[in-house]
């Protein structure tokens, strides 16, 4: 019996499910690059040649095992541009009885699956995602009938069931969460450990030079590509993370500073997103490393929950509140995406820092998507659609399992409260306390109004202003709220006054058209 075995680019591993029964003496494997999955959003040059490049290397090693491989390159003759097309036009070269495949991480892919399963000529396996910890299902069952899904319930099950950092039934150090010490600003003069990038070999290249001719007019520059694309290559980030960045990671997880995109970051998500890493491997490693005595729990326990926690959390909950989820506006947030998320240009350092070093590298780490580029769009209360296109775009890790609970839930709290329990909103006297940004800021974070004060620091008591019917109740917006009861009139109307001016001022540019957007 002959399988046609379709990998989609963000299963690139020889475990993955559809893999595991490959009959390399009889089956074909499929991978293909099509255009509508590079275009459904206009996505980061660097995210569109990390995937074409990992998937031909990926090809490759199969081809090495002794598989057939069916490549289909973006600019092969007769190619249809979207799965179901290659997918049909593969059945007729190939004479298979079956279909396998395994479940995509978005919805919108899984919609296209459900519909091969009527109409392909073929019977189609779909099976489960064993790049997970936790299965979809058990996730489900967690989540049913709760409103609010917390993270931190989520991940004890995870700690228990997978033995991760625990002894005898209980947490490693006598405590599950050590958050309070991973809150450090960076020293001045610190100095960071130096990162390897990997330098892209010539197939890599023709990737970079393919994206170049076919996606020129998309966000993004290619000149300092330099993620792992081989297993072989994440496995050796992985390496130099853990041992060079991991025992001190904890401590200045929070932390930012200019010009310095990366700090203690792992910057393995690309690859652990597109499979080349596994969430399974990744903790097992950092566990190791803190029994071995090279990392302190602290470090290893706060790695570990980004991965075994947070990542499976939004995952599950990506799959148990989809479709409805992405469609929640719980604050009416409306306000169209500022220009300068895409020029970089606008006198707010601390956003400038961020847009500029994701135009060049694809990335930013956690805090600066939360606290930054995030808390921005929550207090100027901008559309949460147009909110989660750009973060979908602009990461190189992007896929809309983590991108949208992470931002419609955890940033906007467009979802009334699923994920979080309070927005997290903040004024420019949290970017001042974990980043060197401000003092070389136009605005001052000192000052509260007028033409020179911090804008975050406006805009954070006049979101509060104008989500008083909405937040107002809420136990743990108690604090800001009773400061805000001690405002007299006249100052809330300077605040009002002041947000209205800086938000009038912002310009939108290409006034929502989605052709003009870089
Ligand atoms: P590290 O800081 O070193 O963390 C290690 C790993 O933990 C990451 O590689 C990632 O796999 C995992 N992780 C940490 N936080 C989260 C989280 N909140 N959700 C899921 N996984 C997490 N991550 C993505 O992979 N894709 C996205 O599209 C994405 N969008 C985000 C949008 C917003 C608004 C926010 C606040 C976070 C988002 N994240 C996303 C999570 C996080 O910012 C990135 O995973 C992280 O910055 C990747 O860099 P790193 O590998 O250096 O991570
Ligand atoms: C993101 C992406 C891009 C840009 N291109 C391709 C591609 O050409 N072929 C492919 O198989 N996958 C691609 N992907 C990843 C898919 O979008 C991803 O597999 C689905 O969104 C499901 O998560
Ligand atoms: Fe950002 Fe305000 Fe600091 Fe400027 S002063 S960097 S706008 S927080």
Redesign the pocket.
């Known amino acids: 019996d002959r399988t046609l075995r379709l990998i989609?680019?963000?299963?690139l591993n020889r475990r993955v499910s559809s893999l595991t029964d490959l009959d390399t003496d009889a089956d074909v494997v499929l991978?293909?690059?099509?255009r509508d999955?590079?275009t459904y959003v206009r996505?980061h040059k660097q995210?569109?040649a990390f995937?074409?490049a990992a998937?031909r290397h990926f090809a490759e090693e199969l081809r090495e095992e002794g598989a057939e491989v069916d490549y289909v390159r973006?600019t092969d003759e007769g190619n249809t541009g979207s799965?179901t097309g290659e997918v049909e036009r593969a059945l007729a070269r190939h004479a298979v009885s079956r279909v396998v495949v395994t479940e995509?991480?978005?919805w919108?892919?899984w919609q296209m699956m459900q519909e091969w399963r009527d109409n392909l000529p073929v019977p189609v396996e779909i099976r489960p995602d064993n790049r997970f910890l936790c299965p979809r299902e058990d996730f489900a069952k967690w989540a049913e009938g709760r409103h609010h899904l917390r993270m931190e319930t989520f991940y004890r099950g995870m700690r228990k069931r997978t033995g991760l950092l625990m002894e005898k039934g209980e947490p490693l150090g006598g405590r599950w969460n050590f958050d309070a010490e991973n809150r450090k600003k960076l020293p001045r003069g610190h100095r960071l450990p130096d990162r390897i990038g990997f330098q892209p070999d010539s197939v890599t290249r023709e990737a970079i030079t393919l994206v170049e001719q076919e996606f020129a007019d998309h966000f993004g520059d290619l000149t300092a590509f330099q993620w792992p694309v081989t297993r072989g290559d994440a496995l050796a980030s992985l390496r130099h993370f853990i041992e060079e960045c991991l025992p001190t990671f904890g401590d200045y997880q929070d932390a930012m500073k200019g010009d310095e995109p990366f700090l203690y970051h792992a910057l393995i998500s690309p690859a652990l997103n597109a499979g080349l890493l596994t969430a399974e491997e990744v903790c097992r490693a950092a566990e190791r490393a803190h029994r071995e005595g090279a990392v302190p729990l602290h470090c290893a326990e706060g790695f570990i929950r980004q991965i075994l926690g947070w990542r499976e959390y939004v995952r599950g909950l990506y799959w148990a509140r989809m479709p409805e989820y992405r469609e929640t506006n719980a604050l009416d947030a409306g306000r169209p995406l500022p220009w300068f998320y895409w020029s970089g240009e606008t006198e707010l350092r601390c956003i400038r820092q961020v847009v500029d070093q994701t135009r060049a590298h694809a990335y930013a780490h956690h805090i600066q998507r939360l606290m930054v580029t995030g808390n921005f769009a929550l207090i100027a209360g901008l559309d949460p659609a147009q909110v989660e296109e750009w973060y979908l775009i602009v990461f190189a890790d992007a896929?809309?399992?983590v991108e949208l609970p992470n931002v419609h839930g955890m940033v906007l709290w467009a979802d009334g409260g699923v994920m979080g329990s309070k927005p997290y909103a903040a004024s420019g006297a949290y970017i001042d306390r974990m980043s060197d940004y401000c003092r070389d800021c136009f605005y001052d974070v000192k000052v509260k109004n007028g033409p020179k004060a911090c804008p975050f620091n406006y805009l954070y008591w006049n979101f509060l202003i104008e989500n008083e019917d909405r937040l107002a109740d809420n136990q743990r917006m108690a604090m800001p709220y009773r400061t805000l009861g001690k405002m007299d009139e006249k100052r809330r109307k300077e605040i009002q006054a002041d947000a209205a001016r800086f938000l009038a001022s912002l310009t939108t540019d290409h006034k929502g058209d989605q052709a003009a957007k870089p």
């Open positions: 989609l680019g963000d299963q991978l293909v690059e099509v999955e590079a996505h995210k569109i995937l074409f998937m973006l799965f995509p991480g978005e919108r892919v896929y809309e399992w």
